[in-house]
């Protein structure tokens, strides 16, 4: 009766299983990688996201993935690091950029990173990505500051910097915005006239110097109404009932219907204007009919009396 193996039998079951690791190892390591970059892949996701809600509530265009985490914006580990699963490496000081579109920010990691002397996030680079260009509106000649509210009349739009030379001669400059307007130096005049602007300009100058390219970059949101109200008038005929009258009229996407004028003047532009859009009415008038929003367009329509010639009962407006 044999009580152990070989030394033949030992040698084949030594090779066997060394095929069989030979042949798992590479295969659960691939298994293990795949993993890990699918981590990766999910992670940055989450970061653009923030950084998207995070540009969405702030309107900065550039911020560290450890501001990001600082802020509640994403979530960390206990030391409040977020750690590449592939290579371990912390990413708290990578730079994310985010750019404005229509109606949401397009957040981008950019694969960058900035270290200070103290191996701290490098805020330096934030402030020279943000500052070094502006965007200055000048609204019929002058500067203005407050672009919360919708502005009116004459647009131009001047990129300036006071750390650098904004040459479009030697370098490429790019004027963007959401209605499709593309234009290629530092100063435009937009196109305003009957019009509403909302959306979002954006100016861009790339620099080449020597071996490097650095793009430089800023935005703003911008409103113009220089449009007009519109006044329904054949609604407004319907809605006479009882000795009152009710103007129909709307601002489409413009800054807002404001006051309305309802009485004889034939000049709207020193009436007595009311916030209510109901006014008393009497018969054998004519009338003017006044509409003005928020940022001073006026609109006029005239609202004739005439008497039918088959019923002198019945009362007719052209």
Not at 38 to 49: A, C, G, R, T, V
Not at 171 to 181: A, D, Q, R, V
Request: aromatic residues 8%.
């Amino acid at each position: 009766m044999k009580k152990g193996f070989t030394i033949l039998e030992l040698l084949v079951t030594i090779s066997i299983l060394s095929l069989i690791i030979l042949i798992a190892v590479p295969t659960v390591n691939n298994i293990s990688s795949s993993v890990k970059k699918s981590h990766y892949q999910n992670m940055l996701k989450n970061i653009e996201i923030a950084a998207s809600k995070y540009a969405s509530d702030t309107k900065e265009e550039y911020v560290y993935v450890d501001t990001l985490i600082k802020e509640g914006y994403l979530k960390g580990d206990e030391s409040d690091h977020l750690v590449n699963p592939i290579d371990s490496e912390v990413l708290n000081c990578y730079l994310v950029e985010m750019q404005k579109e229509s109606d949401y920010y397009d957040a981008k990691f950019t694969q960058e990173k900035y270290l200070d002397e103290n191996n701290n996030c490098d805020l330096n680079v934030l402030k020279e990505k943000s500052s070094l260009i502006k965007i200055n509106v000048i609204n019929n000649g002058e500067v203005v500051e407050d672009l919360d509210n919708f502005l009116k009349g004459s647009i131009t739009l001047e990129a300036i910097s006071d750390d650098i030379d904004i040459d479009c001669n030697l370098n490429k400059c790019i004027w963007s915005s959401t209605s499709g307007l593309e234009e290629s130096s530092n100063k435009i005049n937009l196109d305003t006239v009957n019009r509403v602007i909302n959306g979002t300009y954006i100016f861009q100058m790339t620099i080449y110097e020597e071996d490097t390219i650095k793009r430089l970059k800023a935005s703003i949101d911008l409103k113009v109404d220089n449009e007009n109200p519109k006044i329904d008038i054949e609604e407004t005929k319907k809605s006479i009932n009882e000795g009152k009258i009710k103007i129909i009229a709307n601002d489409g996407i413009g800054s807002g219907i404001k006051e309305y004028y309802f009485g004889t003047s034939l000049d709207c532009s020193n009436v007595l204007w009311e916030e209510s859009n109901i006014f008393p009415y009497e018969e054998e008038k004519n009338y003017s009919i006044c509409v003005k929003d928020n940022v001073g367009n006026i609109t006029r329509e005239i609202l004739e009396f005439e008497m039918s010639n088959n019923n002198e009962n019945e009362v007719l407006y052209n």
